[in-house]
């Protein structure tokens, strides 16, 4: 099972597609001792890894003191991060502290589309740099990408650079338009490009020795099974199923783009949140309704339920719209 915790809202960047909205630091982020004990209730649920998040996690002060609580108390701590930040000093604390493997965001092989997308001249060149210094320090890392039109036709290219340069995995996050991802709504894919661009990542994995998974696309397991390629990924949404996010200020949600509260860490433990909100009971029912219902491929995709909600009024156990099978539109 895999937590992610928004550490908090400050971010160095100023990323178009930003579902946190991220700038500054929020007044009431959890302190140091309130993160401590998130932690114990977390792996007091059962959880096994834990993901360091934000805005930017390398902006907490105390981040080093976290992560080696998060490892004492039986967690992987892992990252994702813009990785501007990581110089070879901080990448070796980190790795001495226990985390074991960091997520960077490269969302394109050309430095210029790269930086303007995230905000900051010389970010490319910032996270190229950082990623060295994972390498220096034997921290493992993965890459991150968002899509969106201009670059879906880099993303194999992107694979291929990420296996070239030692990267474990690559994890491609498809555009959900919340935060700042509304005001680039229309930079997302179309139905039927989704669907194409699922199939040539998931003919990309089968090139490769890497990892390749596609985020907010759980139909890439339908993907898989139609073209006959073997993916370690068996299950696509696992909005809480195995997973769900902490927010800076404590509130727990299903997943990062779904804006349903299941709690409050401040008022109820994580763990008593995690066995007993309503909302992820819910979930775990996994009565979808419309074609997500009667889809046979069903019990592995799942559909994306931060979809289902922003296209259906907040209803979460709705279809998911963006579905190529489900509107007769596939391949």
């Not at 059962?46 to 907490?60: D, N, Q, T, V, Y």
């Not at 200020?249 to 997943?255: F, H, K, S």
């Amino acid at each position: 099972m895999i937590v992610s915790w928004m550490t908090t809202n400050e971010c160095n960047l100023r990323c178009a597609h930003c579902y946190q909205d991220a700038d500054e630091r929020r007044a009431r982020e959890l302190s140091t001792e309130e993160g401590m004990a998130l932690i114990d209730q977390i792996a007091a649920a059962g959880f096994k890894i834990m993901i360091f998040s934000g805005g930017e996690p390398l902006l907490r002060p105390d981040i080093f003191e976290l992560v080696e609580h998060a490892s004492r108390a039986g967690l992987r701590p892992v990252f994702g991060t813009n990785g501007t930040l990581l110089t070879d000093e901080v990448a070796m604390r980190l790795k001495e502290a226990g985390a074991c493997a960091m997520g960077i965001s490269v969302d394109s092989l050309d430095a210029a589309k790269h930086d303007r997308f995230r905000g900051l001249e010389r970010a490319h060149a910032l996270t190229m740099a950082g990623i060295e210094s994972c390498k220096k320090a034997g921290l493992p890392f993965q890459i991150h990408t968002t899509v969106v039109d201009w670059n879906r036709d880099e993303i194999c290219d992107i694979t291929d650079f990420a296996q070239r340069i030692g990267a474990v995995a690559h994890y491609v996050f498809f555009l959900i338009p919340v935060g700042r991802g509304k005001i680039i709504n229309d930079t997302a894919l179309e139905v039927r490009q989704n669907e194409e661009l699922l199939r040539a990542i998931m003919r990309k994995q089968a090139e490769v020795s890497i990892d390749v998974k596609p985020t907010c696309a759980p139909q890439f397991t339908r993907i898989a099974k139609q073209l006959g390629i073997e993916t370690r990924f068996s299950r696509g949404c696992l909005a809480g199923l195995t997973y769900c996010v902490v927010g800076a200020e404590g509130l727990v949600r299903p997943c990062a783009y779904m804006e349903e509260t299941a709690g409050d860490v401040r008022e109820t433990p994580f763990d008593e949140i995690w066995r007993d909100s309503p909302v992820l009971q819910r979930l775990r029912t996994r009565a979808y309704a419309g074609a997500c219902g009667t889809c046979d491929y069903a019990e592995g995709c799942g559909g994306c339920r931060a979809r289902a909600a922003f296209y259906h009024d907040g209803d979460y156990m709705a279809q998911d719209d963006y579905c190529a099978h489900g509107l007769g539109l596939a391949l």
